[in-house]
C-alpha cells in the first residue's frame, strides 16, 4: 500500500486505497493506514530501530487552509512538553502536500474501554488514575500550557499491561497563557468550566475543573451535567448544579465527594490547583476507599456513554502484531496473495482492517 519517500522523491502514492502517502522521512517505514480524511494516522516503524513504532499523523494541506496558525500553535505547545504522562511529539516533517507529526504510540486503548473491561476497580484506582492526571497537568500548567479540552477520551493508556501509566493526548485546543487573553468558548459540552460558558476571560483553572468532571466519572459511571437540550446543559453548568445521587454515591467516601467539590467550584479563584488538588488526602492520602465499586461503574458507563460516541481508539497492538507476522512470512519465504507496496518498496500482505485512530483538533 506504501512506498518510501526520500527527499529527492516526495510523490503521492497512486493507489487510491491508501489516501495520502504516510510519512516523509527516511527514518521511519509507514505500515499500516489507521485512518482516512483530511487528517489521517498510521503507523510507522523506525528505520534506525526495527521494531521501534510511532504513529504519524498526516496532514492534508488542503484541509489545512486558514488554520496554519492553529496547527503552528499545537506543534509549539507539543514541543514544550517532555512528561511521562503525555504522549509526545518525537519529529515533524512536512512536504508540499502534508504536515507529518511523529507522535508516540500508545497503545492500552481508552479510559473507559479499561474500566469496564476490569473486573475489580475501586476508589484507590480512581484516585491512582488521577493523580497521574493531575500530575501531568500541573507539568503543563508550570510551563504555561492549558489543555482546555480535558475529557476522558483524550486519556489514553500507555500499553495492555495492567499496571499501565496514562497518557493526555490530543493538544488541539490547547494554549499558551502567555499567547494572549483566552476567551473562546471551545471544549467538549459536559467538561467545560462555568467561566468558559460564560464568555469570560480564563485561564488553567478550566483544566481543574475538567479533572473534577473526570474524576465525578470514574466513582460513579455518569457525568455530574446532562440534558439532551445543550442550553440546558449549559444552565446548570453556569449555576454549578451537581449532585451526590443516591445510591450511586452512597458506598462512596465523604473525602472522594470533598475533593470533587474542591475541583468543580463554580469561581476558579476558590477552585483547587492541581498542587493543591494533589495533595489532598483522597490523592496523596489514604482516604480512598478499597471496595469493590465495578459493577455499580461499569453499568452506569454503559448507559451513559453510547459505544459510537467513545469507543474510537484504534487497536494499536494488534496492528504491530500483525506486521511482525508479515515480517516473519516474509523472511520465511511465505508468499500472499494480494500483497500491498510498502514503505521500502518491498511487498506485504493485507491486514485485517482495524479501528479508527483519532487526529488531533483544531485550535482558535
Same mark, same amino acid.
Given at each position: 500500500?506504501?512506498?518510501?519517500?526520500?527527499?529527492?522523491?516526495?510523490?503521492?502514492? @497512486?493507489?487510491?486505497?491508501?489516501?495520502?502517502?504516510?510519512?516523509?522521512?527516511? #527514518? !521511519?517505514?509507514?505500515?499500516?493506514?489507521?485512518?482516512?480524511?483530511?487528517?489521517? !494516522? !498510521?503507523? +510507522?516503524?523506525?528505520?534506525?530501530? #526495527?521494531?521501534? =513504532?510511532? +504513529?504519524?499523523?498526516?496532514?492534508? /494541506?488542503?484541509?489545512?487552509?486558514?488554520?496554519?496558525?492553529?496547527?503552528?500553535? &499545537?506543534? @509549539?505547545?507539543?514541543? /514544550?512538553?517532555? *512528561?511521562?504522562?503525555?504522549?509526545?511529539? !518525537?519529529?515533524?516533517?512536512?512536504?508540499?502536500?502534508h504536515v507529518y507529526l511523529v507522535m508516540e504510540l500508545v497503545t492500552g486503548g481508552e479510559l473507559f474501554d479499561r474500566i469496564v473491561e476490569k473486573g475489580s476497580y475501586t476508589e484507590r484506582d +480512581?484516585?491512582?488514575?488521577?493523580?497521574?492526571?493531575?500530575?501531568?497537568?500541573?507539568?503543563?500548567?508550570?510551563?504555561?500550557?492549558? *489543555?482546555?479540552?480535558?475529557?476522558?477520551?483524550?486519556?489514553?493508556?500507555?500499553?495492555?499491561?495492567?499496571?499501565?501509566?496514562?497518557?493526555?493526548?490530543?493538544?488541539?485546543?490547547?494554549?499558551?497563557?502567555?499567547?494572549?487573553?483566552?476567551?473562546?468558548?471551545?471544549?467538549?459540552?459536559g467538561y467545560v468550566a462555568p467561566e468558559v460558558l460564560a464568555q469570560q476571560p480564563y485561564g488553567k483553572e478550566v483544566d481543574c475543573w475538567s479533572i473534577g468532571v473526570i474524576a465525578y466519572i470514574?466513582?460513579?459511571? =455518569?457525568?455530574?451535567? =446532562?440534558? &439532551?437540550?445543550?442550553?440546558?446543559?449549559?444552565?446548570?453548568?453556569?449555576?454549578?448544579? =451537581?449532585?451526590?445521587?443516591?445510591?450511586?454515591?452512597?458506598?462512596?467516601?465523604?473525602? +472522594?465527594?470533598?475533593?470533587?467539590? *474542591?475541583?468543580?467550584?463554580?469561581?476558579?479563584?476558590?477552585?483547587?490547583?492541581?498542587?493543591?488538588?494533589?495533595? *489532598?488526602?483522597?490523592?496523596?492520602?489514604?482516604?480512598?476507599? $478499597?471496595?469493590?465499586?465495578?459493577?455499580?461503574?461499569?453499568?452506569?458507563?454503559?448507559?451513559?456513554?453510547?459505544?459510537?460516541?467513545?469507543?474510537q481508539a484504534y487497536n494499536a497492538t494488534a496492528v504491530i502484531r500483525q506486521m511482525k507476522k508479515l515480517v516473519v512470512n516474509k523472511e520465511e519465504g511465505g508468499g500472499s496473495s494480494g500483497s500491498?507496496?510498502?514503505? $521500502?518498496?518491498?511487498?506485504?500482505?493485507?491486514?485485517?482492517?482495524?479501528?479508527?485512530?483519532?487526529?488531533?483538533? @483544531?485550535?482558535?
Amino acid at each position: 500500500m506504501f512506498r518510501q519517500i526520500s527527499n529527492r522523491d516526495r510523490s503521492v502514492s @497512486s493507489d487510491p486505497r491508501a489516501g495520502s502517502l504516510a510519512i516523509a522521512s527516511e #527514518r !521511519v517505514r509507514a505500515c499500516r493506514e489507521l485512518m482516512g480524511a483530511f487528517s489521517e !494516522v !498510521v503507523l +510507522a516503524e523506525s528505520k534506525q530501530e #526495527r521494531g521501534k =513504532y510511532n +504513529a504519524v499523523k498526516c496532514i492534508n /494541506r488542503r484541509g489545512l487552509r486558514g488554520k496554519e496558525e492553529a496547527l503552528d500553535n &499545537e506543534i @509549539s505547545v507539543l514541543r /514544550r512538553l517532555n *512528561h511521562s504522562n503525555i504522549v509526545r511529539l !518525537v519529529d515533524v516533517f512536512e512536504d508540499k502536500t502534508h504536515v507529518y507529526l511523529v507522535m508516540e504510540l500508545v497503545t492500552g486503548g481508552e479510559l473507559f474501554d479499561r474500566i469496564v473491561e476490569k473486573g475489580s476497580y475501586t476508589e484507590r484506582d +480512581a484516585s491512582h488514575l488521577i493523580r497521574q492526571v493531575l500530575e501531568a497537568v500541573d507539568y503543563m500548567h508550570e510551563r504555561g500550557v492549558v *489543555h482546555r479540552d480535558l475529557k476522558p477520551e483524550n486519556l489514553l493508556f500507555f500499553s495492555p499491561a495492567e499496571d499501565s501509566k496514562i497518557m493526555i493526548s490530543d493538544f488541539g485546543l490547547s494554549k499558551m497563557e502567555g499567547s494572549g487573553i483566552m476567551a473562546t468558548a471551545c471544549g467538549t459540552p459536559g467538561y467545560v468550566a462555568p467561566e468558559v460558558l460564560a464568555q469570560q476571560p480564563y485561564g488553567k483553572e478550566v483544566d481543574c475543573w475538567s479533572i473534577g468532571v473526570i474524576a465525578y466519572i470514574l466513582l460513579c459511571g =455518569y457525568p455530574p451535567f =446532562y440534558d &439532551e437540550n445543550d442550553a440546558e446543559l449549559f444552565k446548570q453548568i453556569l449555576k454549578a448544579q =451537581y449532585e451526590f445521587d443516591s445510591p450511586f454515591w452512597d458506598e462512596i467516601s465523604e473525602s +472522594a465527594k470533598d475533593f470533587i467539590r *474542591h475541583l468543580m467550584c463554580k469561581d476558579p479563584k476558590d477552585r483547587f490547583t492541581c498542587k493543591a488538588a494533589i495533595a *489532598h488526602p483522597w490523592i496523596s492520602g489514604n482516604a480512598a476507599l $478499597d471496595k469493590n465499586i465495578h459493577a455499580s461503574v461499569k453499568a452506569q458507563m454503559l448507559k451513559s456513554f453510547a459505544r459510537n460516541k467513545w469507543k474510537q481508539a484504534y487497536n494499536a497492538t494488534a496492528v504491530i502484531r500483525q506486521m511482525k507476522k508479515l515480517v516473519v512470512n516474509k523472511e520465511e519465504g511465505g508468499g500472499s496473495s494480494g500483497s500491498n507496496h510498502t514503505a $521500502d518498496g518491498g511487498a506485504s500482505s493485507a491486514s485485517p482492517k482495524v479501528g479508527e485512530a483519532r487526529a488531533g483538533n @483544531s485550535t482558535e
